[in-house]
């Protein structure tokens, strides 16, 4: 564990509460930074916010903006939340702004979880450092997310909702909308991802009951691949741009978002391009050509892919993903999964049905599914699959089975351990 994480785990309560109440007391404590932030563009959804927040901070480097983001959970460290103009914050300056956020609280007799005191930081952060913009991401939900204390965002964002976390939002589809569409606010226009029906419903009521123009895509603006790149219309245009340089056809829905995004803030389409061609976003089907587990997979000729995907929303992507490489390039596949415990494993090896992969389940630090359990569940849904103590033996395990594609999936924390393995595959 990074020493900012060892700190924060050793003096804020280590839950989740969704409110509001404290986080308000300790920025008003603050004087309250996130109403003196730059422009904040809010981000909301359940799978594909971290990309989508990447790609608009790409083309908005590459029209020359400054940008702040938050984002989480970290992999490595925890600076990697917070973004100043471009550069991860530095231990001196964080440590130095938790103390400040601390002695806020000790001065007003509050406590806070370490969500809300380092989202209080990453403000503080933020409004002392000179930028054009600020990407917040949303930690859980959003109505009732620490980050949902900004007030007047300049756009709110909602990338496709989906299942999960459903012991704090719950297993109705129209009720975790419900939640994500909270951070919708007057004034500010909605740039909407695709979505089912009954999220839909619930993001057009909030829109509506607020009074905030929306941007739907599918309906006024799409996105597709097209001749190797990406095509992108609206209703008073067509772009030819280049495709995404992450991996997956479902990139191509997240860059239309972002693109949605850029076209709002007048960024020019050569910016935009620049953007795509320059976007990165660490453990979203990452292709590993560093680190040991990388090297060890180069003496087989084998790839090595690293997705931090964790719910079934997230695994019909990677299925599509995989699938797609397959029909291309057919090798024996390999899948390292190792998940959190209260994650859907069933429904995660479910929406992975048509791969063909065998399956080694692993652990990892924290609260994570035993592998044994995880095993049963691939099992069930047919795949072949085995148990492995610890990564490194699961590499063994799948250069054994003479994989030429490995794939580490099913969640952010395991991605985290895999590129922790080195220095040199540290997210920057």
Request: aromatic fraction near 4%.
């Amino acid at each position: 564990m990074d020493p900012i994480s060892e700190r924060l785990k050793a003096r804020h309560p280590q839950r989740i509460d969704l409110s509001l109440g404290r986080m308000q007391a300790l920025c008003a404590a603050l004087d309250n930074p996130q109403n003196r932030l730059p422009p904040v563009i809010h981000v909301a959804g359940t799978n594909g916010k971290g990309s989508t927040v990447s790609l608009i901070r790409a083309i908005a480097e590459a029209a020359g903006l400054k940008v702040h983001t938050y984002t989480s959970p970290h992999l490595v460290r925890f600076n990697e939340r917070i973004r100043l103009a471009g550069k991860l914050i530095s231990d001196a300056q964080l440590n130095e702004i938790l103390d400040r956020v601390e002695a806020a609280m000790e001065a007003t007799g509050g406590q806070a979880t370490v969500f809300e005191s380092t989202t209080a930081a990453g403000f503080v952060a933020m409004s002392e450092t000179p930028a054009d913009l600020a990407i917040i991401e949303v930690g859980l939900g959003g109505i009732l997310d620490a980050t949902n204390i900004i007030e007047r965002p300049l756009l709110s964002v909602i990338t496709p909702v989906d299942l999960d976390h459903a012991e704090f939002l719950g297993t109705d589809l129209a009720g975790v909308a419900r939640e994500k569409a909270g951070i919708i606010k007057a004034g500010a226009r909605g740039i909407i991802a695709r979505q089912s029906e009954p999220a839909m419903a619930e993001i057009e009521r909030r829109a509506q009951e607020v009074g905030s123009p929306l941007t739907v895509a599918g309906v006024d603006f799409d996105s597709f691949a097209e001749r190797g790149g990406l095509a992108y219309q609206d209703q008073i245009r067509f772009l030819d741009l280049p495709a995404p340089a992450l991996s997956g056809n479902h990139q191509f829905d997240n860059a239309g978002l972002a693109i949605a995004v850029a076209l709002e803030l007048d960024l020019s389409e050569d910016a935009i391009a620049g953007g795509l061609k320059s976007v990165f976003w660490p453990a979203r089907m990452q292709r590993l050509t560093a680190g040991p587990y990388a090297e060890q997979a180069k003496t087989v000729d084998a790839e090595l892919w690293l997705d931090g995907g964790h719910n079934p929303h997230a695994a019909r992507a990677l299925a599509r993903v995989l699938g797609d490489r397959q029909s291309r390039s057919p090798r024996p596949s390999v899948l390292i999964v190792g998940m959190l415990a209260n994650k859907d494993a069933g429904g995660f090896f479910e929406a992975l049905k048509g791969i063909v992969a065998k399956v080694i389940a692993v652990p990892f630090d924290g609260a994570c599914a035993e592998p044994q359990s995880l095993a049963a569940a691939a099992q069930g849904c047919g795949f072949e699959a085995m148990t492995a103590n610890t990564m490194a033996e699961a590499m063994d395990r799948a250069v054994a089975l003479g994989a030429g594609r490995i794939v580490i999936c099913g969640s952010l924390y395991l991605a985290g351990e895999v590129l922790g393995a080195s220095a040199e595959t540290w997210p920057v």
